[in-house]
C-alpha cells in the first residue's frame, strides 16, 4: 500500500515526460529571431516522443503520443491528425521492438529513429499533397527528417540525463 | 505489473485485460479515422476545435515565451542605449521633415474630401484596424502562420487584412476567443490577386513555403521584368486594391517570382486591418475592430 508521499512522488515524477514533451511542442512554436535555430527545435519534440515511449513505456504510451500529435496539428493549422497518426505509428513500431534492444543499442535506435523520422516527414508530405492536390516540395520533408536525425544524438543525452536524475525507474 | 501498468487495465473488465493492447490501438484509429473524415465532410467542427484548443493554450505559450521576450527587451534595450545619442539627432531631422510632410497631407486630405464629395465617391478606406503581437509561429513545412494575441474579443474577425510595415503580410483565417490565426503569404494555399503597377497587368500572388512566391496566371503576352511593383488589384473582396505586396524578383520564361517586402522571419507585431470593400456580403455589416486596449495598440 502506497503512501500519500510515495503516490505523490509517483504522480509527479510519471509527469515529467509529458511536461517535457509539452515544453518542446510549446518552444518550437516560440518566435525566433533565426530560421534555422526554429528548424533546428522542430524535430524535438517527435524525438522526445520516442524517447519516452522507449525509456518509460509504463507511462509514456499511445495516448500520450496522440495527444501531443494534436497539439502539434492544432499548432500547426495543417490536416488536423496527421502528426497524431504520425506520433502513434512510431508509438506501435517502437513498442514491437524486443524489450530492451533500443535501451542497449543506440546505433539502433537511432537508425530506427531514422527510419521513423522519415516515415513521419512522408506521412505530412502525403497529406499535404492532398490537401492542395499536387504533389508538394519534398525538400522542406528531408531537411526536417534530416535535422531531427542530426541532433537525436544530443536530445537522447540531455533527456536520459534527465531520466536517471528525476525519474528514475517507475 | 508496475503501479503505473495495473493503473491503466483497472478500467476494462477483467476478461478483456489481456486485449488492452489491442483495444487502445482500435480505440485511437477510430479516432483518427473520425478525424480525418470530419476533415473531409465537415471541416468547420474542427475549425472550432483548434479555436478552442489554441485558446487553452494561449497562457502556456506565453509563459514559455516570456523568458525569451524578457531577454530579447534586454538585449535590445543594451544594443538602444550604445546609440542614443545618433537616434535622437537623426529623429529630431525626421520630425522637422514629417511636420511639413503633416501640412501638406492636411492640405491634400481637405482636398480630397472636397473632391469626393463633388464626385459621391463611396470611400473603401479602412475603417478601423488593431496591433498585435505574434504569439507563435505555428506552422509545419507546408502551413506557415502565425497566431496573434488578439481574437474575437478584441473585434478580430476573419478575413481581417494582416499588414506589416512594409506590406501586406496575410489574412486571418481563424478567429478564438483570445487569439486568432494568420495564414502568411509563404503559405501554400495562399493566393492573393495583385496587379503589376507599371502595366496594370493581373496575376494571382501563390505562396511557395521557403521558396519565392510566384505569380499565376499573368496573360500570355505579360510584359513583366524584374524590380517592376506588385501591388493587390482588390479582387476577390478580401484585399483592397492598390495595397504593396512587394517586387518581381526574377523572370524564367512563363514562370514569374516575387520578392515580398514584409517577410515573415523575425515577425513580431501584426497589424490587422478591416476594410470596408463595397458590395461584398457581410462586409459591412460586420461590427467594426475595437482598438484592443493593448500595450502595442497605444499611440
Redesign the interface.
Known sequence: M?TLPQKLD?TLR?ALPPIMT??FI??A?????W?FL?DLV?PLAFASVCFWVIYTP??F???WS?FFGL???????????V???AY?LAE?VL?HQPPHLLQQSFGIFWLLYALLAVCA?LI??GA?SL??RDF??I???TL?AALGIGIFPGVVFILSQFQRAFIGR? | M????RKKSLFLPSTLRPFA?QI??LG?AS??LL??T??VFFPQV?VT??VG??DL?TP??QL??AP?DML?NTSMNFKDIGRLREENESMRKEIAELKSWRDAATQLAQENKELKALLKYKDDSAISFLTAR??????????K???VTAGARDGVIKDMVALTEDGVIGRV??VGEWSA?V?LMND??FRLPVLIEDTKEQAILTG????APRLLYLPIDANVKPGMQILTSGHGGIFPPYLPVGRVAEVKGREVFAAPYATP????IVRLVQYNIPGVTGKAENKPAEPAATPENKP
Not at chain 1, 512554436?29 to 529571431?33: E, H, Q, T, W
Request: proline share 4%.
Open positions: 502506497q509517483f510519471a509539452l515544453f510549446l518552444f512554436a516560440m518566435p525566433m529571431s530560421a526554429s522542430t509504463e507511462i504510451g499511445a495516448r496522440f497539439i502539434q496539428d492544432v499548432l500547426a493549422g495543417g490536416v488536423f491528425g502528426t497524431a497518426l502513434l506501435r513498442r516527414g505530412q508530405w499535404a490537401l492542395l508538394a516540395a525538400e522542406p520533408v526536417r517507475i | 508496475s503501479p503505473a501498468a493492447p487502445s490501438l485511437f479516432l483518427i478525424i480525418l470530419l476533415n474542427l476545435m483548434r484548443l489554441i493554450l502556456l505559450l514559455v515565451g525569451g530579447g505574434v504569439l507563435a509561429r505555428a506552422g509545419g513545412d507546408f502551413t502562420s502565425v497566431i483565417i481563424e490565426r495564414l501554400f494555399s511557395a513555403g521557403e521558396e522571419e523575425r515577425l513580431q
